[in-house]
């Protein structure tokens, strides 16, 4: 079973920027769509953004659009999330997520079970 563990995470200011790593170990995760969602206090878990396995495409839930950006490593089996431009907002646990099987794509999915592979999440607060 893959093991992700999220890093990166922080107070900010609005207008500040972050960036969010995820390790993953005991599995490669190459072969995998990956994504990351946020959860913020008494909201439902959101996705974010989704990445292909080569990283060649990416998706972005509106309200990240043109400030955060997904990349992925396979070399070093981990996946990044930047986030700029933040906003009060933004404010909530991020989680990053691997896709259950490769056919699984990359864009937000209508089954959050195609990513219930999550890590325990790095807090992102921002304030005004």
């Known amino acids: 079973q893959v093991q992700l563990v999220e890093s990166g995470g922080g107070s900010v200011q609005a207008g500040g920027s972050l960036r969010l790593s995820c390790a993953a170990s005991?599995?490669?995760?190459?072969?995998?769509?990956m994504a990351w969602f946020r959860q913020a206090p008494g909201k439902e878990l959101e996705w974010v953004s989704g990445i292909n396995s080569g990283g060649g495409s990416t998706y972005y839930a509106d309200s990240v659009k043109g400030r955060f950006t997904i990349s992925r490593d396979n070399a070093k089996n981990t996946l990044y999330l930047e986030l700029n431009s933040l906003k009060t907002e933004d404010t909530a646990m991020y989680y990053c997520?691997?896709?259950?099987?490769?056919?699984?794509?990359?864009?937000?999915?209508?089954?959050?079970?195609?990513?219930?592979?999550r890590g325990q999440g790095t807090q992102v607060t921002v304030s005004s």
């Open positions: 997520a691997k896709a259950r099987r490769s056919t699984v794509v990359a864009m937000a999915p209508e089954n959050l079970d195609d990513y219930k592979t």
């Open positions: 005991k599995l490669t995760v190459s072969p995998y769509c």
